[in-house]
């Protein structure tokens, strides 16, 4: 990643504690998957309760900003996932409609 050691150590301070067991992270825990302009995408999994987050870092003229969610899905879910497109309502209605035919879900269960 193009951000140097000493601007990587700044960001991930701005993550400070695991907010379910307030575990104090060290910089060395974060991870910089993605940067974008202004935007960085950290991932943060906490060595105490295994929680993990995924931040998004705005370092803009106004000042540094950074918001946080947790999340269930691994690192590699994140770089699999963070470019893709997003799921829509329309598919996530097929979905539903296909779950409620048993020939489809015992294939999705015998595969
Ligand atoms: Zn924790």
Do not use: W
């Not at 504690?17 to 960085?40: G, I, N, S, W």
């Amino acid at each position: 990643m193009p951000l140097n050691n000493k601007r990587l150590f700044e960001m991930s301070g701005l993550i400070p504690y695991c907010p379910l067991c307030e575990h104090r992270y060290t910089p060395l825990e974060a991870r910089l998957l993605d940067e974008k302009d202004d935007v960085c995408l950290m991932y943060v999994s906490c060595k105490k309760c295994r929680i993990s987050l995924l931040a998004l870092v705005i370092d803009n003229q106004i000042g540094v900003s950074s918001f946080c969610l947790v999340t269930e899905l691994s690192m590699d879910d994140v770089i699999k996932f963070k470019d893709s497109s997003a799921i829509s309502p329309d598919e996530v209605l097929e979905l539903h409609d296909a779950l409620q035919d048993n020939v489809f879900v015992n294939k999705l269960i015998t595969n």
